[in-house]
């Protein structure tokens, strides 16, 4: 079954000594099937300032369920984290690729 749920927020956003500035912020989750086969496709986008510089940051996940091996409640994938000016001004882009394990307890 395709299940999908999504949120969008824009607030206002007030850290260290900046003043307020907007923060877009969005969250996904997707369930979906190929074959017998169960994905999951979550994760988020943040876009705001920070001091001067602006910040993206998004860790999208793609999970594989293990039910079909007869673990229900175990899933593998990968998890991206992806930012730009994460770590200060002028720092640019950074990737990391993750394995990712969730257990449902």
């Known amino acids: 079954s395709d ?14 000594s900046n003043d307020p500035a907007p923060h877009l912020g969005t ?6 099937e190929v074959s017998i086969q169960k994905f999951l496709f979550n994760g988020f986008i943040d876009y705001y300032k920070k001091d ?3 910040v993206f940051s998004a860790q999208p996940q793609l999970l594989w369920s293990m039910e079909a ?10 998890e991206q984290q992806i930012a730009h000016n ?10 990391m690729p993750t394995v990712f394990v969730k257990i449902n307890f």
Request: net charge positive; aromatic share 24%; proline share 0%.
């Open 52 to 54: 001067v510089t602006w």
């Open 27 to 32: 969250v996904w989750s997707r369930e979906f």
């Open 3 to 16: 299940k999908w749920a999504h949120s969008v927020t824009l607030y206002l956003r007030k850290e260290e």
């Open 69 to 78: 091996l007869g673990a229900s409640s175990l899933w593998l994938g990968t």
């Open 86 to 95: 994460f770590y200060g001004k002028d720092t640019g882009w950074s990737w």
